[in-house]
């Protein structure tokens, strides 16, 4: 039998009601990205996995628009029945700001919502040294949601104090901190993933590595030592799959790379990191 995964890093793109600047410069993201055409992008796939659900993440667009995207694919997720099925959302929301909890108090009227996200890396590091952005991150505790960080290598040492700082909250590092691997030089990475790692209130998501890695380099290889290093610091129990689609737009590459690395697992670790880490932690079941 194939191996479920749950997606947990998926972006659908509307740009016909969003603003997605990020996207400008990229002639490959211009255009609608569908729930449909991610079903579409799944076939053919390895006969060894197979993605079973997904999760919706946002997809940083403007503040003045993060609540309506929540709404749009609450609505999508309650109404979707097709395979693989949408089950909740990760919204986006400005936890640095001093409205945050008012923004909480609408996203939590929405049962869908298991989580939220604030794009970190395009922030200066006064934002992720903020007060007031720990303050408003420990209001997540009290409603069960968790944090998606989406961070660089260089802010894994603010991340770690930040994550300290909020002891009850359940933080999941998006694309393992999106390491260097054109570059090669993972030690600083390494470190700060290890250091990272000793908090418990933190997994971390072995997704969006394809649209880091050189396309003309089997992307297995390049992977590996990332993923294995992964696996030390936060041991199967706290790691989560995710694909990054259409960031990482080759889809059935990334499932053949996942196939492989969660084949050499024993069958428990396997369905730990393709759903039931998921499950758990984002509150699925």
Known sequence: MPLDLIDTHVHLLHHDL???AWCAENAALQ???TLDDYRRALRPGPSSVRVQSLLYMEADVLPAEQELEA???SRLASR???NPVLLALIAGAQP???TFAQQ???LARDVRVRGVRRVLHTQPDEVLASPVLAENLRLLAQRELTFDLCVRPRQLPLVTALVTACPQTQFVLDHAAAPDLVGGDLSAWRDGMRELAARPNVACKFSGLGSLADPGKPLTLQVRPVFE???ECFFPERILWGSDWP???DLNAWLDTTATLLGELSEHEQAAIAANNANRIYRLN
Do not use: I, M, P, W
Request: aromatic share 12%; proline share 0%; hydrophobic share 35%.
């Open 104 to 106: 909480l108090d609408v």
């Open 80 to 82: 979707d029945k097709d």
């Open 96 to 98: 640095e700001s001093e």
């Open 18 to 20: 969003f603003t997605y």
């Open 31 to 33: 255009g609608n990205r």
């Open 247 to 249: 960031v990482s737009a």
């Open 71 to 73: 709404e749009l694919f």
């Open 229 to 231: 290093h992964c696996l």
